[in-house]
């Protein structure tokens, strides 16, 4: 998957060097040459010295190419204006941008921005959520990002499957909230055992959520 980071701030910097940690393509824009450097040596990424409302900064960063676009720089107009432009000038299908005061959440929304979130970590999530990648699915973030509630759904390599909830080693700040089998929900109890193409639905903490994961399927993500 290819996504284009606007900003090279804090946001920017944790959420490049972990989508590259999970082997995403991903290349950053940003103003400062000085951070451009910095996040270049550290990251060993490809790095855009320019504006990123600027068409021929994208296009030379490849947003023609992109999946997605995260614009996650420190002024809402700013990610509100790229985001735009993705959208319009290059028709990139899932924009995300960083919203710094919660009041032009509304704006965001009203004007096309197909994701509006405070977070590195829920900006990185919901970047991979777009193209189901990994095993858990982001139905909704709460406590302002600090917590997620996901979908998990049983394969047949699946550590889970065939195993009774009790039996299940999770981090103790996640809970199982309930199953899905054939369109019909199970409340879990810990005998109620789980099964091959199950959805589990689960509340966890956002920096838990790969613990979640590699409890489903072990070290295979």
Known sequence: MRAIVVGGGKVGYYLVKTLKEKKHRVVLIEKDIKVCEKIAE???VDVICG?????EVLKDAGIEEAEVVAAVTGKDEENLVICQ???VNFKINKTIARINNPKNTAIFKMLGVDKTVCSTQVICNSIEDEFDIGPLKIIETLNKGEMVLVEAKIYNKSKWKNKAI?????????????????????????SVVIKEEDKVLIITNTDKKNEVE???IGNQI
Do not use: H, T, W, Y
Not at 166 to 189: A, G, T, W
């Open 42 to 44: 550290d990251l060993q």
């Open 51 to 55: 504006d990123g409302s600027d068409v």
């Open 85 to 87: 432009m993705a959208k």
């Open 166 to 190: 009790e039996q299940i080693r999770m981090p103790k700040e996640c809970v199982i909230l309930s199953i899905i089998r054939n369109e019909e929900v199970i409340f879990p109890n810990g």
């Open 214 to 216: 590699k409890s489903i």
